[in-house]
């Protein structure tokens, strides 16, 4: 299993995560490294273990996920966080995006789809419940709200449409002709123009943007 995915997995629910432990385990593709069940024992874990993924709850007996993923995130940045949570809740997911969250599941998802979440993120992607990301689609497609774009070159606009695509940094890179350094170079730019943290954010609008021009 050496070129598996390395998972942490943290929540303090017993029941719940020994079936994502057990499902997971079931993945060729994925090696689940460790169990937290709490802020300290994850942040510790990350440290010594270095996963690949974090999957982490928001609800911690001992600290906000939430606030446990941004301090991760901040220590840690190559580990991609996707938060596992029962919150459907916007605010939520706003909150977890902008603590540096690359993913947002709600819990009910199929063994499946958490895989190919996991494998997604790792692979550079975003992953969003797909109710939650209708919900924020259309607010972000107000159209009282001003255009967020107008402010990105012709080739910032064409590497984000690449993203809302699903691809990752080295695939548009090969799409383009430029080195993948330079694509993130480029995404950088993106984020600080649209004031967003992350790719997901920006992928998100783009794809809102781009289903707007669609229909008109």
Do not use: C, W
């Amino acid at each position: 299993m050496s070129n598996a995915i390395r998972v942490l997995v943290v929540d303090d629910h017993p029941l719940f995560l020994e079936g994502v432990v057990h499902s997971l385990s079931a993945n060729p593709e994925i090696d689940v490294v460790g169990v937290a069940t709490n802020s300290a024992e994850a942040i510790q874990m990350t440290a010594s273990l270095l996963p690949d993924v974090l999957l982490i709850d928001i609800t911690l007996p001992d600290a906000d996920g939430i606030e446990t993923t941004h301090n991760i995130s901040i220590s840690y940045p190559v580990v991609k966080i996707i938060i596992l949570t029962a919150s459907d809740d916007e605010d939520d997911l706003m909150r977890a995006l902008r603590a540096g969250a690359s993913g947002y599941i709600v819990k009910g998802i199929s063994a499946n789809d958490l895989a190919s979440a996991i494998l997604s993120v790792n692979q550079g992607e975003s992953y969003i419940s797909q109710n939650l990301a209708n919900s924020l689609l259309l607010e972000l497609s107000k159209p009282d709200l001003p255009d967020p774009f107008h402010e990105l070159t012709e080739r910032e606009m064409q590497i984000l449409r690449l993203v809302a695509q699903g691809l990752t940094n080295k695939q548009i890179g090969k799409q383009v002709f430029l080195a993948e350094k330079t694509i993130k170079h480029y995404m950088t730019n993106v984020l600080q123009k649209l004031h967003v943290n992350n790719r997901l954010q920006a992928a998100l609008m783009a794809q809102s943007k781009m289903a707007k021009e669609d229909t008109e």
